[in-house]
């Protein structure tokens, strides 16, 4: 392991290495993990559930949920918090949710951010790749001794290992769930213990399966990682293109003995990780290895070159982004952002994203999930932005979405963003200059939003049920973010039925004061659905003097998550598209067209926001399906019509950002008078800038 960093109890008993996850009352294991990084624990997203009390194979991300692990180590074991970070759901072949009855799946990987005490720093253990033939071995989730089961991988899949047991000693099982599987010749966690075949339950044949689990190999664990922009340490070697500059840099700026020994127990500490030798100093090869292999080792160094060696920091630096592992930020400044962010709350941080698309309006598509760690892990790989003339350090784009996330948190916390990030640009050697300028775009931004706040609204995600009948779950955004009004699992309702809950729900709210804007209605739909009659259901009953129809008292917009999502290439077209929704150009689709040559005219032209579809039913839903997978948020059709579509004429000149207010208008009209409005309007609206629940939509016939 070189000088740098000490684990001679893991080394020396490997089921040092299992992190127990626990329940919500913390009596018992309900699954394993191992030490993935500095302050992440690697498990299951199945064993993340069971500790949450949800079931067992739902796809859904918690959010940042919180729960407990806890660690182990020679002299005993410590409890810590955590927090799901990234989130890799169960998933069958097709990327659906996985059946009760299934044996094996995909994904099922969940990363736990922990809160360890700075003087017990985590220890992860070396990685290497599963291989055929390995003799490998795993252990309760608990972590006692006793409880190792030997296995061998008997078959090797890209994305699972499967493992058979010898019919003495421990099986795997429950319990096994998230675990390392270690293998002694390598020294190294070779893979994650998902799942045991478990044997039949009728009376024993030499022809029953007995000892047969399965795995995820590392590799695989790897590529999921590097798929999610989670960070995972690497093996920092001589290969690595940096290796040899940070070697002369530390040669340089050390060049005795006793230099490099206080360079070195200082960065130990930094890093929250002890060292092998009192006596004997680092090597600049050790220096080199471990900047290389901690993920923040090379930031802390080039935050003590600053100080004394400011042109041998920029040379830390520029040799960094020669390789894939190392970080933007120290670890202190690591720590220090997560908890002023976690002290912004909940309601800021759900419009991280809305920061991030206003600060750098033409960034690629942001990772699944949504949540603060994904997008911070993400920002954190993001080159400095080009305002900055060559001889300048850029600032990073993590700076930039800072100070404008910064913009929208109370003054005590736009003040600890400011100076962290001043501190973090000294280090850097960004001018004050190039961040003066940032701030400056900063603040016209909120003074924009400001001008244009966001609007109330309700979300509902309808699935079919059986004939006739739906199933809803409900969120409201008051400003404050996303929070859910109806349980997971509901009765199913007719559309009148329907119709009452929506309205109930929305009777609840209470508008900011000064916003006479009627709830946006959000309606959340998979493609099949898209022509769901939602804005004509009526809550029938006489008691209530009024029919209440949804679309009629509220603008009420479509949305299908399953399509704007279906291709990770055009999401970046879709939130630069949503940029330009004041600017953008529309287009009116008539007359004989098909999909194909939709495709060759959006595909990048990323002016064109708005496209209104004025073609018969038959070819219709291709060509609209195909503009919302092009990333076109706004798309506005007519359900029923049968000539050329009264909607389409009528509301061209009403503006974009107006058309949810327009199109309820028209269908009020169209309820008092429909032989002047004989339209049925549909308008699918995808808006970047408002976050909305991690769905899992499943074909009608699934929910029959």
């Keep these: 392991m070189g000088w740098f960093g000490s684990a001679p109890d893991a080394a020396d008993d490997p089921v040092l290495h299992v992190v127990t996850v626990l329940p919500p009352d913390g009596t018992a294991s309900v699954g394993a993990g191992f030490v993935l990084g500095p302050d992440t624990v690697l498990t299951c997203a199945h064993v993340v559930n069971a500790a949450l009390g949800r079931d067992m194979l739902e796809p859904g991300s918690p959010g940042g949920a919180d729960l407990a692990v806890q660690i182990h180590h020679g002299a005993g074991s410590r409890r810590c918090d955590a927090r799901v970070a990234h989130w890799i759901p169960p998933r069958d072949r097709d990327g659906g949710p996985v059946s009760p009855r299934a044996v094996e799946w995909l994904g099922d990987l969940a990363v736990l951010r922990v809160a360890a005490p700075p003087d017990e720093p985590l220890q992860a253990p070396p990685r290497a790749s599963m291989a055929f033939g390995q003799n490998v071995r795993a252990w309760h989730g608990g972590g006692r001794a006793a409880t190792f089961a030997d296995l061998r991988v008997t078959s090797l899949h890209r994305s699972l290992g499967y493992l058979d047991g010898a019919a003495t000693g421990m099986a795997v099982g429950p319990g096994y769930s998230g675990g390392p599987l270690w293998c002694r010749s390598e020294r190294a966690v070779v893979g994650l213990v998902v799942a045991a075949i478990l044997p039949s339950r009728e009376p024993h044949s030499p022809q029953h399966m007995i000892r047969r689990s399965w795995s995820v190999p590392w590799q695989w664990i790897e590529a999921e990682l590097d798929r999610l922009g989670a960070p995972v340490p690497r093996s920092g070697t001589s290969g690595d293109p940096a290796f040899l500059t940070l070697t002369g840099v530390v040669a340089n700026a050390f060049p005795s003995p006793m230099s490099r020994a206080d360079a070195g127990r200082w960065l130990a500490s930094a890093c929250d990780i002890g060292y092998r030798s009192e006596v004997t100093p680092p090597t600049p090869e050790d220096f080199a290895a471990f900047a290389l292999t901690h993920p923040r080792a090379l930031a802390a160094l080039s935050g003590l070159l600053r100080r004394t060696h400011p042109e041998a920091a920029d040379e830390v630096l520029a040799a960094g982004g020669l390789s894939e592992t190392p970080r933007l930020l120290t670890p202190a400044e690591h720590d220090e952002l997560h908890r002023v962010l976690r002290s912004a709350g909940p309601a800021v941080l759900s419009r991280f994203p809305e920061a991030i698309r206003a600060a750098l309006p033409h960034l690629a598509a942001l990772p699944e999930g949504d949540s603060p760690d994904v997008l911070l892990d993400r920002l954190e790989e993001l080159p400095g932005d080009g305002h900055s003339i060559s001889e300048e350090r850029r600032v990073p784009a993590l700076l930039r979405v800072l100070e404008f996330l910064g913009r929208l948190c109370a003054r005590p916390q736009q003040s600890e963003l400011r100076l962290w990030a001043d501190s973090v640009a000294r280090r850097l050697g960004v001018s004050r200059g190039a961040l003066g300028e940032r701030r400056a775009d900063a603040q016209a931004w909120a003074r924009s939003l400001r001008d244009r706040s966001a609007r109330v609204r309700v979300v509902v995600e309808v699935r079919r049920a059986q004939e006739g009948r739906h199933q809803l779950r409900m969120w409201c955004d008051e400003g404050a973010g996303l929070r859910q009004v109806t349980a997971h699992s509901a009765p199913s309702y007719t559309a009148s039925e329907a119709a009452r809950e929506v309205l109930r729900v929305l009777d609840g709210l209470t508008p900011p004061a000064g916003d006479e804007r009627p709830p946006l209605v959000e309606v959340l739909v998979d493609r099949r659905s898209l022509n769901l009659p939602v804005d004509e259901w009526e809550a029938r009953d006489p008691d209530?003097?009024?029919?209440?129809?949804?679309?009629?008292?509220?603008?009420?917009?479509?949305?299908?998550?399953?399509?704007?999502?279906?291709?990770?290439?055009?999401?970046?077209?879709?939130?630069?598209?949503?940029?330009?929704?004041?600017?953008?150009?529309?287009?009116?689709?008539?007359?004989?067209?098909d999909r194909d040559a939709i495709y060759s005219q959006l595909v990048n032209q990323l002016d064109t926001v708005r496209v209104c579809v004025d073609v018969p039913p038959g070819p219709r839903d291709a060509i609209v399906q195909t503009c919302l997978v092009l990333g076109i948020p706004v798309v506005v059709w007519d359900r029923g019509m049968d000539g050329a579509s009264h909607v389409v004429e009528h509301i061209s000149d009403v503006a974009t950002r107006e058309l949810p207010d327009g199109v309820r208008h028209y269908r009020a009209q169209a309820r008092a008078s429909p032989p002047q409005f004989p339209g049925h309007p549909v308008l699918a609206w995808a808006d970047a800038d408002r976050a909305v629940p991690r769905l899992h939509l499943t074909e009608p016939q699934e929910n029959a």
Excluded: A, Q
């Design 544 to 593: 209530d003097f009024v029919p209440g129809s949804l679309g009629v008292e509220y603008p009420l917009v479509v949305h299908c998550p399953e399509l704007v999502r279906r291709h990770g290439r055009f999401i970046s077209h879709w939130r630069s598209r949503w940029n330009r929704l004041d600017s953008g150009k529309t287009l009116v689709v008539s007359g004989s067209v």
